[in-house]
């Protein structure tokens, strides 16, 4: 029986190690991000995949924001503004636009977690930001959609 749990313990343990040092490529809006300048790079957990939500936001152009007193973090376009905290899966979204009510509240897969002191989340958060959320298993990547009228 000791035999059995030793293996076992040991597959688990090579397992987790090649999964932590897994190296993805992160791009958005058409170009990399460097995921050498944030703490903890992607990863996998409870098969979503996780992504520095500074990084990413800045480089589709939103504004980040963190208020200390309450804890909220929020990401911030042209049309709208989602306000999110650390431990949760809910995420409020406040639309900007008059003709089209974009007021929502959306439920991730994962919760919002901080980890070495930044923020990350599901790659489906982008998807909220009506952006093209791609995963092949190594290379992770965000681009605006373009809607364009008649």
Known sequence: ??????????VFLFSCT????ENFELSANGSDIDISSVPVKPYIQNESVMIPLRAVSQK?????????K???ITVEDSVQKAVLKNNSKD????????????????IL???AEINSGCTYVSLEFFEEFFNETHFDGQKISIEPVVYELD
Do not use: P, Q
């Open 1 to 10: 029986m000791k035999k059995i749990f030793y293996v076992i313990f040991a």
């Open 60 to 68: 589709l152009g939103y504004d980040v924001g963190w208020n200390e």
């Open 70 to 72: 309450t804890g909220e």
């Open 91 to 106: 995420v409020e979204f406040k639309g900007k636009l008059e003709i089209i009510d974009l007021n929502r509240n959306v």
């Open 18 to 21: 090649a999964f932590a040092s």
């Open 109 to 111: 897969d994962e919760k």
